[in-house]
């Protein structure tokens, strides 16, 4: 499973503009969806000038190991 995690800044330089976006309760079964979803909610945030990184972080909510 996988998790989006977006950090996006509306002044690049001052890291007090800056905010993190993760979807509580929302993991994407394959790493591809999550790249899908990244980049629609990026493309949003980029065009209202906003500067993004967006990234999908590999979650196991039930701490097994594969």
């Known amino acids: ?5 977006l950090l996006y800044c509306s002044i690049l ?3 007090t503009s800056c ?3 993760i979807r509580k309760n929302h993991l994407f079964t394959t790493e591809i969806e999550c790249k899908q979803e ?4 990026a493309q ?3 065009s209202t000038g906003h500067y993004v990184k967006a990234k999908c972080f590999s979650f196991n909510p039930y701490g ?3």
Do not use: Q, R
């Not at 499973?1 to 995690?5: G, K, L, N, R, S």
């Not at 990244?38 to 909610?41: D, E, M, N, V, Y």
């Open 1 to 5: 499973m996988f998790i989006a995690v």
């Open 13 to 15: 330089d001052d890291a």
């Open 19 to 21: 905010d993190v976006m």
């Open 38 to 41: 990244i980049a629609t909610i």
């Open 44 to 46: 949003g945030l980029l």
């Open 64 to 66: 097994e190991t594969t």
